[in-house]
């Protein structure tokens, strides 16, 4: 089974909660360099319900090079609507990088799951505008074109 080991990309903002303060930018007051500050007494929700996709994934189908401290972006499996699963790829920066961007594309494919995946703009630190783009079956297509709501796309507790 994978740990995080030295990774804490979704400690730093990247992905939002309504459980806690951050923000793209703006990392969790409790992060430091050495982890959580308060990792013993870190919430449930979400901090130890969260598990990112590389984290539940095999070296086999999703690389060690795309754990997010390293592949530059933060994948994570959602249910929406009738999709039991729609990966997710969230930038750990502004955009995700292109290769990441493929093998994450490569990865839904194989997987037969809808990808979504979001991009900031150039100040994101004080506009936290997303635009989305998605791949997947033609009624996804249509669904996500009018119904997405970003929301709070940390937890694992609500449902879109
Ligand atoms: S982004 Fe994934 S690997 Fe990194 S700390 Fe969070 S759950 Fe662990
Ligand atoms: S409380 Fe700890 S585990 Fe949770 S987001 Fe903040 S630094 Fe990360």
Redesign the pocket.
Known sequence: MRV?GE?????EGWVTSRHLAMSPGVPCEHRTDAGCAIYERRPDVPCKQ???A??QSTPESLPDEM???RSGA?LYFRAWKQWSRVLNVMPAGRKVPDTTLRTAQEYAAENHMPIVWSERVEDFVNDDTLTRKAMGPSEFMTQVKWDFVPEDIWSPDQSV
């Not at 990774?7 to 400690?11: D, I, L, R, V």
């Open positions: 995080c990774c804490t990309a979704c400690c969260f598990k990112c590389w984290l754990r997010p401290d933060i």
